[in-house]
């Protein structure tokens, strides 16, 4: 008799391993200096995305058909130090193991098809790129941290998935090489995953060091998805929630890491909407999902989740409203439902059911955006050639609720919203010109000594800085 | 004569000094370069003959001509070390493997060799005493070429006749006083705030070859574990290490995100990543230390591929200022990836072989203390934005254009596929490298708590 649960663990292993394959297929050519064609990398692509969605979407029906809810497909340990010793031995393993359950299997499914779809039009889009084959490279990338996340049982594996996307993604903001806005903004990307990703990092060794193990059913409990019951205490799940929530802000673009979302949009469109639109904008409520029994254990985590949520949502909503690219304000649209995401999980601790809630919120909303980014270009031309046809601009309703405001309140809400908050000059005025400034004067100070104990001339003793975040060098005085 | 009793590592460095000889008599550039590359792959062939002799038989004595003259064996292996001593040799091969034909003409390959070798007896002994005298001899080949090349000389002088001071004194005394200036020795040696500026001025003033060889195999951390660990003192003095490492780490992790200059901004990354590996040695716990042991070659290889990458855009572009976006990727993209990829696996980046010995080492800080740990990940992901940051304003802007092929060449794309296949093969199959750097930290405790 065939072992559905057999069949259905085979099913996950391509699953997971489909992506691999994938960047290994693109990317060992590229190490090697050869360059694929433009036939190969879509065919490669677009066979092997459809191969994981196929497997993707039988893992359910057979764990329908199995009656099973949970399946889990382990590849063992990545590394282990001293396993199956007693616990007055130092030991620490890192199991590569997945989980296919109620919340993970729908956002795979979800990404396969959205990923295919993406690698279609971008075939497309880029055809003839000097680039093309590199966006391939970095896409399979992006999907190969996109699963590796998403069904990761431990949190080790899923912070080695985190990392796949953000590095993928700031390489993507900084796809148009020859300009220099896109490095300069995929650079401000960066950091702030960097932020996030350190977040993450530190929350899986606090929770490996507190429990011993960094599975999620040694954290979550057995029962499935969104049943689990953790065995911290609610301070130890106050703490690591925090972290996992400043992982999820930087991910996610929360308040108030909000600024990189539209310096994002200056990569190309196809992985602006995978990116910003629909798979990494989503990930931080997806991480604070999968660790749903952390805000029901603490109704502090709880409270500080649905007020960021409600306070990113208000702000999404001001400043898309000011929006002068579609694009820009497509990411804050969906943002803005990123935030009410965020507010029905806070909610999940005194119902659980928002957060099925919001798992269907958050695959709607990834679904909707993808469509809208991909139909933007085309969009604009439609709306051109409609008002060419009728020799005059089409009406355009205002739906802004603060219209009835006073009008100073309009004007300062506009400024804000068109400066985005100042959440970037705060961010860079308190926190990154002070410490660049610091390090420049301490490089000031050592080449001094050096030039001192070297007995070189006064004047080759002074470095020339470049700011990161402005194309001209700053002066020496340190002085932005 | 049995394979095992083969004096392999004496054969090794006596290859390296006869290749000096060779190759110092030789005014071609070219043809010196490819002596020393036969030379070079003759050493590095018998360092692995002599890790596979241990690994074939670990209670082996060979017998050369050091142990027939002193009465004692000299270059020997243990747990520690044996892995290290061909990753030495490996880094010598690559390099010069990696020395574009513009670098041949003012590269000395007669003192890469007399340094290959050094270095390699360096790491195959155990006893502090011919330890401490390697380490002596080890400071002169910098000091020659800043010299041949007639740039300042004072840093480096005052900093290296620190370090004799200290090691000398270190040796003459005893007990705490001892491990004090051992201590001392050691941090100075890792480039240690405030003492680091030698590394620096190295960086700027001599080859770039040179410096990454002295610098990139973290010297000092073997040193810290041959002659500090084994002495029996109090814990402030290991801590200490750690403190001034962690110190270190993050600073230089700050300064690399300011630095105006390529040799600089790699000087400051090198700095960070060998303090953060003393860092580990502080902690002394099993997992920690196998954390230290196991980034400490992988971060050589990566910090060795990270610089011999700076090195091949050198010899095309000239010294690089980080002053501008310098749009260099359509100019040569091989060297663009290379770049990412060993910058990457610098950092720890998931797949690279330094991904799971910094979980190890942080997981092994936060245990004992969680400041550290903090510290350990917050240096980590400065140096990930100096690293990216680097490489978006080397790469991206206007392309450069250039009348004559900029392109990679046989020898370097071959030097950076073995680099790269063993960043990967490091990242993805672990097991090996960690349960070896298990062994070697159980071995180094354990000898700790005997003594």
């Known amino acids: ?71 889990l497909v382990s590849f063992g340990n990545w590394i282990a130090i001293n396993p199956g010793l007693d616990t007055d031995h130092e030991h620490y393993h890192f199991t590569v193991e997945f989980e296919f359950d109620r919340l993970s299997v729908p956002l795979t499914i979800v990404s396969f098809a959205l990923c295919g779809t993406i690698s279609g039009f971008a075939a497309r889009y880029l055809h003839r790129e000097p680039g093309y084959n590199r966006f391939f490279v970095l896409f399979s990338l992006f999907l190969a941290g996109m699963m590796t996340t998403s069904l990761a049982n431990t949190i080790e594996t899923l912070f080695a998935g985190w990392e796949l996307v953000g590095l993928s993604s700031a390489l993507l903001v900084a796809f148009y090489l020859e300009r220099v806005a896109p490095a300069r903004n995929g650079l401000q990307v960066w950091i702030i995953y960097r932020i996030s990703d350190a977040a993450l990092l530190l ?11 960094g599975d999620f059913d040694q954290l979550m409990g057995s029962d499935p998805w969104p049943h689990g019951q953790t065995s911290l205490t609610e301070w130890q799940a106050l703490v690591i929630g925090l972290l996992l929530l400043i992982a999820a802000a930087g991910k996610s673009a929360l308040i108030p890491f909000s600024g990189w979302l539209p310096r994002a949009m200056e990569g190309p469109t196809p992985s602006s909407a995978i990116f910003y639109g629909a798979l990494s904008v989503h990930l931080g409520a997806f991480l604070l999902l999968r660790t749903s029994p952390l805000i029901a254990a603490s109704v502090w985590l709880a409270v500080t989740i649905l007020v960021l949520g409600l306070l990113t949502a208000l702000y999404a909503y001001l400043v898309g409203a000011v929006q002068t690219d579609i694009k820009s304000a497509l990411a804050f649209g969906a943002l803005t439902q990123v935030g009410v995401i965020l507010i029905e999980i806070g909610l999940g601790h005194w119902l659980p059911f ?16 993808t469509l809208q980014f991909i139909r933007a270009p085309s969009l604009l031309r439609d709306y051109h050639d409609l008002e060419n046809a009728i020799g005059k601009r089409l009406p355009r309703p205002s739906t802004v609720p603060v219209a009835v405001a006073p009008r100073a309140f309009q004007i300062w809400l506009y400024r804000f919203a068109l400066e985005r908050g100042y959440l970037d000059a705060l961010l860079i005025d308190y926190l990154v ?16 000594w050096v030039g001192l104990l070297n007995q070189l001339p006064a004047n080759r003793r002074e470095p020339t800085h470049i700011s990161s975040w402005s194309n001209e060098p700053t002066p020496v005085s340190g002085q932005r | 004569m049995p394979f095992t009793s083969i004096p392999w590592l004496e054969l090794a460095v006596a290859v390296g000094l006869l290749g000096t000889l060779v190759v110092g008599r030789l005014r071609d550039p070219l043809t010196a370069a490819n ?138 005394t005893s007990g705490t006083v001892s491990a004090v200036l051992l201590m001392a020795a050691v941090l100075l040696r890792s480039g240690t705030f405030p003492l680091h500026v030698w590394v620096t001025d190295l960086f700027e003033n001599g080859s770039f070859g040179t410096a990454l060889l002295t610098v990139a195999p973290i010297t000092g951390m073997y040193a810290a574990l ?25 600073y230089a992790a700050g300064m690399a995100l300011v630095q105006t200059e390529a040799r600089r901004f790699f000087a400051f990354l090198v700095l960070s990543h060998a303090a953060l590996v003393l860092v580990g040695m502080e902690l002394h716990t099993t997992i920690s230390l196998t954390g230290a042991l196991a980034l400490w070659p992988s971060l050589a290889l990566s910090l060795v591929g990270f610089g011999l990458t700076l090195r091949a855009l050198e010899a095309r572009f000239d010294r690089l200022a980080l002053t501008e976006y310098r749009g260099l990727y359509s100019s040569c993209p091989p060297l663009a990836v290379g770049f990412l990829l060993t910058g990457l696996a610098c950092v720890g980046f998931p797949g690279t072989s330094g991904f799971l010995a910094s979980e190890l080492l942080i997981d092994g800080a936060l245990t004992v203390n969680p400041i550290v740990g903090i510290t350990v990940v917050i240096v980590a992901a400065l140096n990930g934005v100096a690293v990216l940051r680097v490489y978006l304003l080397l790469f991206t802007g206007k392309p450069s254009t250039s009348r004559v092929s900029l392109h990679i060449t046989p020898r370097e794309q071959t030097a950076f596929l073995i680099l790269s296949a063993l960043i990967l093969l490091g990242g993805l199959l672990p097991q090996f490298a960690i349960s070896n750097r298990h062994q070697a930290a159980e071995m180094t405790l354990a000898q700790r708590a005997t003594q």
Not at chain 1, 434 to 441: D, E, H, K, V
Request: glycine share 6%; charged share 10%; hydrophobic share 60%.
């Open chain 1, 1 to 71: 008799m065939l072992d559905l649960v057999w069949l259905a663990k085979a099913c996950g292993k391509v699953v997971v391993v489909v992506p691999f394959v994938l960047l290994a297929c693109l990317g060992l050519p590229a190490l090697l200096g050869i360059s694929l064609a433009e036939r190969t990398v879509n065919r490669l692509s677009q066979w092997l995305i459809t191969l994981g969605f196929l497997a993707a979407l039988a893992v359910p029906a057979l764990m329908l058909a199995s009656d099973s809810d949970h399946l």
């Open chain 1, 203 to 213: 929350a899986a060794v606090t929770l490996h060091h507190m429990t011993g193990e």
């Open chain 1, 354 to 369: 928002f957060w099925y809630i919001a798992l269907t919120h958050l695959l709607g909303n990834a679904l909707l955006r």
């Open chain 1, 433 to 448: 010109a002070p410490f660049l400034s610091l390090f420049r004067w301490l490089d000031r100070l050592e080449r001094r």
């Open chain 2, 35 to 172: 002596v020393c590359l036969a030379f070079v792959s003759t050493l590095l062939t018998l360092c692995i003959a002599a890790w596979v002799a241990f690994a074939v038989d670990p209670t082996a004595s060979p017998q050369g001509v050091l142990t027939y003259l002193l009465g004692r064996p000299v270059l020997m292996l243990d747990e520690l070390n044996a892995p290290l001593v061909p990753g030495i040799a490996l880094l010598h091969w690559l390099t010069v493997l990696a020395t574009a034909r513009t670098k041949m003409v003012r590269f000395s390959f007669s003192r890469l060799l007399l340094g290959a070798a050094i270095r390699v007896a360096t790491f195959a002994c155990l006893a502090p005493v011919d330890l401490a005298l390697l380490l002596l001899i080890g400071v002169l080949p910098p000091y020659l070429e800043l010299r041949a090349r007639k740039r300042p000389t004072g840093v480096y002088l005052l900093h290296m006749g620190l370090f004799i001071a200290l090691l000398l004194g270190g040796l003459a």
């Open chain 2, 226 to 250: 041959r002659l500090v660990l084994p002495i029996p003192t109090p814990d402030w003095i290991l801590q200490s290490i750690g403190a001034a490492s962690l110190c270190t780490a993050l």
